[in-house]
């Protein structure tokens, strides 16, 4: 009876401190999701030559992630997030825009009263690149800069895996809004 109890003792304890350590490390993942990249080059008609209010809407995007948490509370994470394509057909051809970005945030992990479970948010800079080509007349456009990124999500992690739902906004000078809504899957490598 007493080995038996020292047995569980010694297996919570040991579950108690990978669960406290897990949170914390390099840590790679992958999301997939839904963007919206609304009213393309609204201020001017550059692409269509009458105002222009084209939108990548509802496409499937995806990210790639890389991160590191040295401690619980914080992260730093690059990410690669490709916004989707999406295609206009007119009587005389079609236009076609793509968006992607790569973005850098400061990470900041709040811990709920459930364990395992954290609520974040994140800000930064997202270098995005915005391309629209028109088919019926020659031409391609690319605009790109680097420009304010924020989001937030809630995470559940156990051992070295984390699942994610999570939201991200940013700040495209030539569309009037950029989101993305995504889930995600992260594993932690050191």
């Known amino acids: 009876m007493a080995s038996s109890r020292r047995i569980l003792i010694a297996v919570g304890t040991m579950l108690a401190t990978a669960a406290a350590h897990a949170d914390t490390g390099m840590y790679v ?14 201020t001017a008609g550059e692409v269509s030559g009458s105002g222009g209010f084209y939108h990548i809407d509802n496409a499937t995007a995806w990210k790639a992630i890389l991160g590191w948490r040295p401690v619980s509370p914080f992260a730093l994470e690059a990410n690669y997030i490709d916004l ?26 709040l811990p709920l009263p459930f364990p395992n479970w954290d609520v974040y948010g994140k800000a930064g800079a ?12 020659p031409g391609t456009r690319t605009d790109e800069a680097a420009q304010f ?9 156990y051992a070295r895996v984390g ?7 940013f700040e ?3 569309a009037r809004e950029a989101y993305l809504y995504a889930a995600g899957l992260t594993y932690r490598v050191l």
Do not use: C, M, P
């Open 29 to 42: 993942g992958a999301g997939v999701g839904r963007s919206n990249v609304s009213d393309i080059y609204h």
């Open 84 to 109: 989707g394509t999406d295609t206009y057909h007119w009587n005389n051809g079609q236009v076609s825009f793509s968006a992607r970005a790569t973005t850098l945030y400061g990470v900041g992990f």
């Open 126 to 137: 997202a270098r995005w690149e915005l391309d629209g080509k028109r088919y019926f007349l």
């Open 149 to 157: 990124a924020w989001g937030g999500g809630l995470q559940f992690h």
């Open 163 to 169: 699942v994610r739902l999570e939201y991200e906004r």
């Open 172 to 174: 495209i000078a030539q």
